[in-house]
């Protein structure tokens, strides 16, 4: 059987007036989807994937190469912020392919059968790679899905929601994300020192142990640390290096340093192999010291990504981030002093803020000479995590106002008034903090080396012009971003004027009907 997994565009709901930025720094090679490629090859299936992020495409064309390649069934990946555009796309397949769709990711993996719609036929939940391998066996033979764990289903009318799958203790004896299926030459950052260049994806370890009440990651990946070993990461990018020509990596890891044994030992394998290959990722600048960062740069470490959240002792402890502001200035100095790249980003709207302690981190940042520039984002109460439990129950002055999910944009949603503040408040206090983080002439040229003069000029008109809409059409003109995300997709082909919410769409009917031609 062939499945065909499918990356729905994502920057525009993700970040909204801050997509041009995003587009030139964030758009990774999709690893989990990899993966999933990957696993079901290696057990007698085949796959394809189209990122259609990294290469949009009519929803047309879309089609005819679901039909070209031959898929039995449709893999789609979704997170919240995203969510209604995967539905968007899964009621269009309905009308056009009567091919069985499944969804994986964050959003399902949390709320389960709640948000598994009519669009969807299965729903794999946490890691995938077995499920969805069980999955396609299943639809080849007996289809007798009750026994795949972590597979949600439909029996009839019924949502059948099976047992939870255990996570995959022996993280070595999946294959390498096959990154054939994808042209690397969409994926090029600026990496420091080396200019723009294509980038690959890796990771070192699944989980996270720690508690941020703000973070999915526990929720879908447990919070144990579960590791490959080290020769076997290294082993996989010194074959990308070679097949590729690519060698700069991120690395995906939540906290790349939570396992000091693991990150030494990793790094001292790669020095063993003198390779010109680079690496970077995220940690917690409690998790770093010099000697660390001295074996790290050996190694090809070229930049670090910290989360400084807020400097306000009481805001962190609440939400449950044990990481004093200090380490931050101290973290950035060691990398200064190392010739190490160093980011932070930073959040407004905890648990706990008031526009005092909002306006006091802003300044925070601007004190530190070696932080260049730093995106603010307003907290997202993600469904599942515990700061989604505060802003519901009224705690620490959070207050929901909003279960939309198409409104829960990573930087400018606004979705939970704060110490009183509505949400068009805080988006004009967002404006405002970020200017005070970069009102200095070395953080300015810092902005502007990092994301390009046009780039942010196009950032900064969108502020403005939003800002101007705050003022005077209130808060809900401001999230016009989504009437964008519509006549994007509407200009695809995804929807159409006639769509009236989803009614269209229905379940696969397990019909050996010709791919293309309408289930209808």
Same mark, same amino acid.
Request: charged residues 25%.
């Given at each position: 059987?062939?499945?065909?997994?499918?990356?729905?565009?994502? =920057?525009?709901? =993700?970040?909204?007036?801050?997509?041009?930025?995003?587009?030139?720094?964030?758009?990774?090679?999709?690893?989990?989807?990899?993966?999933?490629?990957?696993?079901?090859? %290696?057990?007698?299936?085949?796959?394809?994937?189209?990122?259609?992020?990294?290469?949009?495409?009519?929803?047309?064309?879309?089609?005819?190469?679901?039909?070209?390649?031959?898929?039995?069934?449709?893999?789609?990946?979704?997170?919240?912020?995203?969510?209604?555009?995967?539905?968007?796309?899964?009621?269009?397949? %309905?009308?056009?392919?009567?091919?069985?769709?499944?969804?994986?990711?964050?959003?399902?993996?949390?709320?389960?059968?709640?948000?598994?719609?009519?669009?969807?036929?299965?729903?794999?939940?946490?890691?995938?790679?077995?499920?969805?391998?069980?999955?396609?066996?299943?639809?080849?033979?007996?289809?007798?899905?009750?026994?795949?764990?972590?597979?949600?289903?439909?029996?009839?009318?019924?949502? !059948?929601?099976?047992?939870?799958?255990?996570?995959?203790?022996?993280?070595?004896?999946?294959?390498?994300?096959?990154?054939?299926?994808?042209?690397?030459?969409?994926?090029?950052?600026?990496?420091?020192?080396?200019?723009?260049?294509?980038?690959?994806?890796?990771?070192?370890?699944?989980?996270?142990?720690?508690?941020?009440?703000?973070? =999915?990651?526990?929720?879908?990946?447990?919070?144990?640390?579960?590791? !490959?070993?080290?020769?076997?990461?290294? /082993?996989?990018?010194?074959?990308? !290096?070679?097949?590729?020509?690519? #060698?700069?990596?991120?690395?995906?890891?939540?906290?790349?340093?939570?396992?000091?044994?693991?990150?030494?030992?990793?790094?001292?394998?790669?020095?063993?192999?003198?390779?010109?290959?680079?690496?970077?990722?995220?940690?917690?600048?409690?998790?770093?010291?010099?000697?660390?960062?001295?074996?790290?740069?050996?190694?090809?470490?070229?930049?670090?990504?910290?989360?400084?959240?807020?400097?306000?002792?009481?805001?962190?402890?609440?939400?449950?981030?044990?990481?004093?502001?200090?380490?931050? /200035?101290?973290?950035? /100095?060691?990398?200064?002093?190392?010739?190490?790249?160093?980011?932070?980003?930073?959040?407004?709207?905890?648990?706990?803020?008031?526009?005092?302690?909002?306006?006091?981190?802003?300044?925070?940042?601007?004190?530190?000479?070696?932080?260049?520039?730093?995106?603010?984002?307003?907290?997202?109460?993600?469904?599942?995590?515990?700061?989604?439990?505060?802003?519901?129950?009224?705690?620490?002055?959070?207050?929901?106002?909003?279960?939309?999910?198409?409104?829960?944009?990573?930087?400018?949603?606004?979705?939970?008034?704060?110490?009183?503040?509505?949400?068009?408040?805080?988006?004009?206090?967002?404006?405002?903090?970020?200017?005070?983080?970069?009102?200095?002439?070395? %953080?300015?040229?810092?902005?502007?080396?990092?994301?390009?003069?046009?780039?942010?000029?196009?950032?900064?008109?969108?502020?403005?012009?939003?800002?101007?809409?705050?003022?005077?059409?209130?808060?809900?003109?401001?999230? /016009?971003?989504?009437?964008?995300?519509?006549?994007?997709?509407?200009?695809?082909?995804?929807? #159409?004027?006639?769509?009236?919410?989803?009614?269209? #769409?229905?379940?696969?009917?397990?019909?050996?009907?010709?791919?293309?031609?309408?289930?209808?």
């Amino acid at each position: 059987m062939k499945i065909i997994l499918i990356q729905t565009p994502w =920057s525009e709901s =993700s970040y909204r007036e801050f997509k041009n930025i995003s587009k030139k720094h964030a758009s990774y090679p999709p690893l989990s989807l990899m993966y999933l490629a990957a696993f079901v090859e %290696k057990n007698g299936h085949s796959a394809d994937i189209l990122d259609l992020e990294a290469t949009p495409l009519p929803f047309d064309e879309v089609c005819r190469k679901i039909i070209h390649s031959g898929a039995g069934l449709i893999g789609l990946t979704t997170s919240t912020p995203i969510f209604h555009i995967v539905r968007e796309y899964a009621n269009a397949f %309905k009308r056009r392919l009567n091919l069985p769709i499944v969804v994986g990711g964050s959003h399902i993996t949390v709320l389960k059968e709640k948000t598994f719609t009519k669009e969807f036929d299965f729903a794999v939940t946490n890691e995938g790679e077995y499920t969805l391998l069980e999955l396609m066996n299943e639809l080849e033979k007996n289809k007798n899905y009750g026994k795949i764990n972590g597979l949600i289903y439909r029996q009839g009318d019924q949502i !059948r929601l099976n047992p939870p799958r255990p996570f995959i203790e022996d993280l070595d004896s999946l294959p390498f994300p096959d990154r054939h299926k994808l042209d690397t030459r969409n994926y090029v950052f600026e990496v420091p020192g080396k200019g723009r260049i294509p980038v690959a994806t890796t990771e070192l370890a699944r989980g996270c142990p720690f508690n941020c009440v703000f973070c =999915s990651e526990p929720l879908n990946m447990g919070r144990r640390l579960r590791a !490959r070993s080290t020769e076997n990461a290294v /082993r996989e990018m010194l074959e990308v !290096r070679k097949e590729f020509d690519i #060698s700069h990596f991120f690395l995906l890891d939540s906290t790349l340093t939570a396992n000091r044994e693991l990150i030494e030992d990793f790094c001292r394998k790669l020095i063993e192999k003198k390779t010109d290959i680079t690496f970077e990722g995220s940690t917690r600048a409690n998790l770093i010291d010099e000697p660390l960062l001295g074996l790290m740069k050996q190694a090809g470490l070229l930049r670090l990504i910290f989360g400084l959240e807020s400097s306000n002792k009481k805001v962190l402890s609440l939400m449950k981030k044990q990481v004093d502001p200090d380490s931050i /200035r101290e973290a950035f /100095r060691l990398c200064k002093k190392l010739k190490i790249s160093a980011l932070c980003g930073v959040m407004m709207g905890n648990p706990g803020d008031t526009r005092e302690t909002i306006l006091e981190t802003a300044r925070f940042v601007r004190s530190i000479p070696e932080i260049r520039y730093a995106p603010m984002a307003i907290a997202t109460p993600y469904p599942g995590t515990e700061l989604f439990y505060m802003a519901e129950n009224g705690l620490h002055g959070l207050k929901l106002i909003e279960r939309d999910y198409a409104k829960y944009s990573r930087y400018t949603g606004g979705v939970m008034e704060v110490d009183g503040m509505k949400p068009a408040e805080l988006i004009r206090l967002q404006r405002k903090a970020i200017i005070i983080m970069h009102s200095t002439p070395s %953080k300015i040229l810092g902005l502007i080396q990092h994301y390009g003069f046009f780039n942010l000029l196009s950032m900064a008109l969108k502020m403005a012009k939003n800002e101007l809409i705050v003022i005077f059409g209130g808060y809900e003109p401001a999230l /016009r971003g989504i009437e964008t995300e519509n006549t994007t997709l509407k200009n695809l082909g995804v929807i #159409s004027d006639n769509d009236n919410n989803h009614s269209k #769409s229905a379940p696969y009917t397990g019909n050996k009907n010709t791919p293309g031609k309408s289930a209808n």
